[in-house]
């Protein structure tokens, strides 16, 4: 460990630092949080579980993405509690906004109709921009383009284990492209026709269909019907390459002419869990269990002792949602053939 040297009100001290951070190599890998100025605050705690449980002993990256120019306050406190490099983007007005073929009388009665029955952010114009911007374009920001990598963070989030190895050098090594904490159900009203969406788009480009995929995990009849399931995409750790690749470039673009970012309420999190159970190898999907992880309203938290013993989780195992009985995790487990934790059963209710 190196010694430095600090002043305090003018008084020298030396300090032991007792940093034991990563000096291997490291993997072309960001950050990446979509935010507003409004949210600083509520994304401070975030960030600082992100780098004490994790970052800060590999120093990756992070890429801050607003649609307005984020405030100097922004910068200057964010910047202070990332380990990597900071990146600050402004997105383009033009992918923050309505596509051109957007009729704009249908999307707006489809926004009075959501407000009156009451559908969380149906109102909502900028939550539909942000659905979209996650879906399809945060990965074509200049700034993301040097990166190979991903894991998304938003305010209000927390990680509740000790994360000891490098997450993106485990995805690589291991053939992984795109991993999750927790999984859920759907409000069907959101997305009324994506699944039609999505099989006239397999009929036009069946050759995107992979050939090992995880249909039986979104589809309950073979394909028939989506069952709701999909990845809380709150939290995404990715390969950027699964979204400018062919497949999801077609399919992105075959969804935004077909207007359900609009004409419906569809999510980010169903858009990319369709496409990642259908464009993947099975095998590359993984459930990050072991790290304990909190989005509003629920909580992933490692049910088996040793497990959250040895990471120092900081969370309720009876409070963990994974196994419970909207989740969808006891389904990706069963599908996949994969064992589940020892105790798993006595989460289930
Ligand atoms: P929820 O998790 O579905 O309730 O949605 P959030 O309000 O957390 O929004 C998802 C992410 O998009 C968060 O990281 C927000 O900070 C971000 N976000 C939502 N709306 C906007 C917006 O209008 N502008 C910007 N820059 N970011 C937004
Ligand atoms: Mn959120």
Not at 51 to 66: A, M, P, T
Not at 255 to 268: M, N, P, S, V
Not at 308 to 315: A, F, N, P, Q
Request: contains cysteine.
């Amino acid at each position: 460990f190196a010694t430095r040297k600090i002043e305090l009100d003018g008084n020298v001290y030396h300090q032991l630092a007792a940093s034991t951070k990563y000096q291997g190599p490291k993997e072309k890998a960001t950050f990446v949080t979509l935010v507003r100025n409004s949210d600083l605050y509520e994304l401070l705690p975030s960030i600082k579980s992100v780098e004490d449980r994790f970052n800060s002993k590999f120093g990756y990256d992070w890429v801050f993405l607003n649609d307005e120019p984020f405030t100097e306050e922004f910068i200057k406190v964010t910047s202070a509690l990332v380990s990597g490099q900071t990146k600050y983007g402004l997105i383009d007005a033009d992918e923050w906004g309505f596509p051109p073929w957007i009729d704009q009388e249908k999307a707006a009665a489809t926004r009075e109709r959501m407000a009156q029955e009451k559908i969380i952010y149906g109102s909502s114009v900028s939550y539909r921009f942000m659905c979209r911007y996650e879906s399809g374009l945060f990965y074509r920001h200049p700034l993301m383009l040097e990166y190979d990598w991903y894991w998304r963070v938003e305010p209000g989030i927390r990680l509740y284990c000790d994360i000891d190895y490098d997450v993106f050098r485990f995805m690589r090594e291991n053939g992984k492209r795109y991993g999750f904490t927790i999984s859920i159900k759907e409000y069907e009203a959101t997305i009324a026709s994506l699944w039609e969406a999505t099989l006239s788009f397999l009929e036009q480009y069946p050759q995107y269909l992979h050939k090992n995929n995880m249909m039986d995990f979104i589809s309950d009849d073979g394909g028939r019907a989506y069952n709701l399931c999909h990845f809380w995409s709150n939290f995404e750790i990715g390969s950027l390459d699964l979204w400018r690749g062919d497949a999801y470039s077609a399919y992105f673009d075959f969804l935004d002419h077909w207007g359900g970012f609009f004409y419906e309420r569809w999510g980010d999190a169903p858009v990319h869990s369709i496409a990642a159970a259908l464009f993947l190898d099975r095998s590359e999907i993984h459930h990050f269990g072991d790290l304990g992880y909190f989005h509003i309203p629920f909580h992933q938290c490692p049910v088996d002792d040793d497990v959250r013993l040895s990471h120092r989780c900081d969370c309720n195992p009876g409070d963990d949602f994974t196994w419970q009985g909207y989740s969808c995790t006891t389904k990706f487990y069963t599908v996949n053939k994969l064992r589940k934790p020892r105790n798993w059963a006595e989460h289930a209710t």
